[in-house]
């Protein structure tokens, strides 16, 4: 099942709102990139906008995508087709982190809207994985989803766009699981005036685990977690061998 394929017929257009902020958090990776030990890792890469980014922003650079869902992974290899001269420095794998092959060393990795689909365990494993390959000094980017302490979210319109003639809008609810997961409820509408064209609805459960916890996971792997702005973005810095 390809859980973002309702996601895909709009993606960047309804990540826009947020791209700002990812965009500075990015701009805070960079300086703790290093190209030269391997290529960046782009865990679910998603639209390929991030991937995108490196290949524009650090001079060398070689990327290293895992993207499982079919849909969001045509949407990143639309991106890089129009880019020929990308050709010998990205490749887009269709494994998620636990599937694929990871190079033995990385320059950095880039983990943005990814970390709520892992657990607990998972999330070691993760964290385990990325300082082992990565060179002390080296970072991984990641974010933390509202809400931290999971609840009952309202449904609420995260963005709203109008392009030519048609508004698109996408709507979010959420429940509680548990202490860390929710439900999500996500509707993606394409509207003519008051008229709905198009609308789709998926729902997944994602894991919101609390700062405090995740920081605490990161530091048992060797990786040191600085807040970037506020709670949303942290880079995972390799710290030397203990």
Do not use: C, K
């Not at 290899?77 to 990308?86: I, K």
């Not at 050709?87 to 887009?92: H, K, Q, V």
């Not at 983990?111 to 994985?129: K, N, P, S």
């Not at 998926?202 to 600085?226: N, Q």
């Amino acid at each position: 099942m390809d859980r973002y394929a309702e996601t895909s017929g709009a993606y960047d257009l309804f990540n826009a709102a947020y791209r700002p902020a990812q965009l500075e958090a990015l701009d805070a990776l960079r300086p703790l990139l290093r190209p030269a030990v391997g290529p960046i890792l782009d865990v679910g890469a998603g639209s390929g906008a991030n991937s995108a980014w490196v290949l524009d922003e650090v001079p060398g650079a070689s990327v290293f995508a895992l993207e499982p869902s079919r849909s969001m992974r045509a949407l990143s290899l639309a991106r890089v087709t129009a880019r020929p001269d990308w050709f010998e420095r990205i490749t887009i794998r269709p494994e998620d982190f636990f599937s694929a092959t990871l190079p033995q060393h990385i320059g950095g990795a880039i983990l943005l809207g990814v970390l709520g689909h892992f657990d607990a365990g998972e999330r070691a494993a993760v964290f385990a994985e990325l300082a082992a390959r990565l060179p002390e000094g080296g970072a991984a980017l990641i974010d933390l989803q509202e809400p931290e302490i999971p609840g009952r979210v309202e449904p609420f319109e995260f963005t709203a766009a109008r392009i030519g003639e048609l508004t698109y809008r996408g709507i979010a609810e959420g429940w509680r699981i548990d202490d860390e997961r929710m439900r999500w409820r996500m509707s993606y509408l394409t509207l003519e005036d008051e008229r709905v064209l198009v609308e789709d609805t998926t729902e997944h459960v994602y894991h919101h685990p609390a700062r405090a916890l995740v920081i605490a996971e990161a530091d048992r792997a060797g990786l040191r977690a600085e807040r970037q702005g506020e709670d949303t973005f942290w880079l995972l810095i390799a710290e030397a061998a203990r």
